[in-house]
C-alpha cells in the first residue's frame, strides 16, 4: 500500500513537471523571433495562430464557431515593418534600448533641431516630439499622427539633445485581419451551463526590421496555462462544458473579446464562470484578483482554498478595471476573475520580456488553485 502511495506521489510530481517543462516549450515557441512578438508585421500573429490551433487539435478538441476554431474581425493598426532609423547628437541609436517609437507616429525622414520644453522634454515645435523616459513602454495604436513622437531612455538626456536625425517608415493598415482561437469541451452533467477560461495570445509586434517584443510574461505565459488547462479537462473530465478563448487584439484595445461579445457566440447567461489568465510568468508576491472586490462570495471561496492548501504566498483584490480581456464580459453581466501574478521580474512591454528570464515561481501552484476553484461550481 505505502509502495502504490509512493508511485502515485511520483507520477503526480513528475506530471506537474511535465506541465512546466510543456509551458517552457511553449512559451519559447511564441517569443521566438520567427513569430517577431506576435504582432501585424512578418506574420506573426498568424503564425502564434497557426501554432495554438495545432496545439489544441492535438488534444481533440470541439471547434467553438461551428466547424472552424477562428473568429475574424477586422481592425486598423499602424505599423512600422522596415526601416526605423534614430540618431541623436550624431549618435545612432539602438531600437528597443535607447528608444522606442510612439506607435502613433508617421513616416518621417530628416534632421531636425531641438528645443527644451522641460527636463524631459524637447521638440522641434513643428514635426517632432522627444520625450526621456525612465522606461520605454511599447504599445499599439490604431491611428497615425500628424506628428512623430520619439521616447528615449533617461540615460541619454546626460548630453544636452541638440539635434536628432529619423529615418522612419511607417505603414498604416486599414483592414487588418486578427482571429480569435476558441474551443470547447463537452461536461458530464446534463447542463448548458459552462465555464470559460480566456487569455490573449497576441502581443506587441516589432519596431524596425529586427527589433521585437518577445511578450514572454505578457502573455506567452497566459497562453501555456490555458493550453495546459486543456490538457487537464481532457485527462479529467469537467463537471460542466469548459470553453477555452485564445484572444487577438487585447494590446489593440481589446479588441478581440469586444468582437466575440458582439458576435454572441455563446449565450453570455449561461457562463457560471469566467477567469481570464494574464502575466502569470511570476508569482513571488502571490496573485492580483480583479473583480475580487466585485464577486465576494467567489473571492472568499479562492481565498479558502489557498488556506487550505497553502498554494500562493498572498491572493489580493481589487475592483473593475477595463485592463484585459474579462472587461467585456463583466460589462455584460458575466461573473468573472482576471487574475495575473505579482513579484519577480519588472520586465513589460518591452525587449527584456523574454522566456529565459522568466521564473515561473509559482506557475504549478496558481495552476492548482484555479482548477480546485473551478471545481467548486
Known sequence: ??????????????????????????????????????????????????????????????????????????????????????????????????????????SIKGKFNLIKKDSSFYSDNSKVNVLFKNKLTYRVSSVVDLRC?????????????????????????????????????????????????????????????NTFFPGANDNASGVSVLLNLIKFYVANPPKYKIVFIFFAGEEAGLLGSKAFIESKTIPLNKIKFLINLDLLGTGNNGIMV??????????????????????????KKRGKAANSDHYWFSENGVPCFFIYTLGGPSAYHDINDVEKNL???????????????????
Open 290 to 315: 480583479v473583480n475580487g472586490n466585485v464577486h465576494e462570495k467567489e473571492f472568499n471561496r479562492l481565498n479558502l482554498i489557498n488556506s487550505e492548501n497553502r498554494y500562493v504566498n498572498e491572493i
Open 149 to 209: 513622437e520619439i521616447e528615449l531612455d533617461k540615460h541619454l538626456i546626460n548630453q544636452e539633445p541638440k539635434f536628432i536625425e529619423l529615418n522612419i517608415q511607417n505603414k498604416f493598415l486599414p483592414f487588418f485581419k486578427s482571429k480569435n482561437i476558441a474551443c470547447f469541451l463537452p461536461g458530464l452533467a446534463d447542463s448548458d451551463s459552462m465555464l470559460v477560461f480566456c487569455a490573449h495570445y497576441d502581443h506587441l509586434g516589432g519596431m524596425g526590421s
Open 359 to 377: 521564473p515561473l515561481t509559482d506557475y504549478v501552484d496558481v495552476f492548482k488553485l484555479i482548477t480546485e476553484f473551478s471545481k467548486s461550481f
Open 1 to 106: 500500500m505505502y509502495r502504490c502511495f509512493v508511485l502515485l506521489c511520483l507520477f503526480t510530481l513528475k506530471s506537474f513537471a511535465q506541465d512546466t517543462i510543456y509551458a517552457r516549450d511553449v512559451i519559447r515557441q511564441l517569443t521566438s523571433k520567427s513569430f517577431f512578438g506576435r504582432g501585424y508585421v512578418k506574420n506573426g500573429l498568424q503564425k502564434a495562430e497557426s501554432f495554438i490551433i495545432n496545439e489544441i487539435k492535438k488534444q481533440k478538441t470541439f471547434p467553438l464557431f461551428g466547424k472552424t476554431y477562428t473568429q475574424t474581425f477586422i481592425h486598423s493598426v499602424n505599423t512600422f515593418p522596415k526601416t526605423c532609423d534614430v540618431k541623436l547628437n550624431g549618435k545612432e541609436l539602438e531600437p528597443g534600448i535607447d528608444y522606442i517609437l510612439n506607435p502613433n507616429s508617421p
